[in-house]
T-cell receptor, first 114, second 116 residues
């Protein structure tokens, strides 16, 4: 089974600055997808960005980018130009492409300071 | 607005009650999921249905009974729960692995369950 590790329980960032949230993973599956989700205090899980294990380029979606280093098994989320509304829990997740089994890391609570 | 609808949003039940959580999606997804999330913890996978058949059961106690009556609906039947079962229950859907492009899960807003 896959394992996802997020070592930062909490992070603080100043408004308008960039922040990197760390995620490492371990899997024996040859092909897999990596995901980041945002969970505000309201509880809904919001999909942010996806990276496939065979993708050559790092994924980007607006202010979100994924720093994918396959050899290091890391998939860090970079949020540029932080906004107050970015304050939330952020979860890294992984799913083997040959399975419907999606697992989540422990999460990082991001607080954006004005 | 989420395209996965969960009802009820809040549920309070006693340990002897029988209740059900419901989930509905109309995105044509053929994989549906139940997750349990305790406060300040990540979602924990409980069950996955693929093409209306149970494909993953994470050794969940039998007091939780899932049901997928058709491709749009997913239920979670609750009976004789314990106070430690109090949590946010999240439903999600996705294209199954055979049709997945990226395979992201679309989540409902969750049902917050309190067991007294």
């Amino acid at each position: 089974a896959q394992k996802i590790t997020q070592t930062q329980p909490g992070m603080f960032v100043q408004e308008k600055e960039a922040v990197t949230l760390d995620c490492t993973y371990d899997t024996s599956d040859p092909s897999y997808g990596l995901f980041w989700y945002k969970q505000p205090s309201s509880g809904e899980m919001i999909f942010l960005i996806y990276q496939g294990s065979y993708d050559q380029q790092n994924a980007t979606e607006g202010r979100y980018s994924l720093n994918f280093q396959k050899a290091r098994k890391s998939a860090n989320l970079v949020i540029s130009a932080s906004q107050l509304g970015d304050s939330a829990m952020y979860f890294c997740a992984m799913r083997p492409l040959e399975d419907n089994d999606m697992r989540f890391g422990a999460g990082t609570r991001l607080t954006v300071k004005p | 607005d989420t395209e996965v609808t969960q009802t009820p949003k809040h549920l309070v039940m006693g340990m002897t009650n029988k209740k059900s959580l419901k989930c509905e999606q109309h995105m044509g997804h053929r994989a549906m999921y139940w997750y349990k999330q305790k406060a300040k913890k990540p979602p924990e996978l409980m069950f996955v249905y693929s093409y209306e058949k149970l494909s993953i059961n994470e050794s969940v106690p039998s007091r939780f009974s899932p049901e997928c009556p058709n491709s749009s609906l997913l239920n979670l039947h609750l009976h004789a729960l314990q106070p430690e079962d109090s949590a946010l229950y999240l439903c999600a859907s996705s294209h199954p692995k055979e049709r997945a492009n990226t395979g992201e899960l679309f989540f409902g807003e969750g049902s917050r369950l309190t067991v007294l």
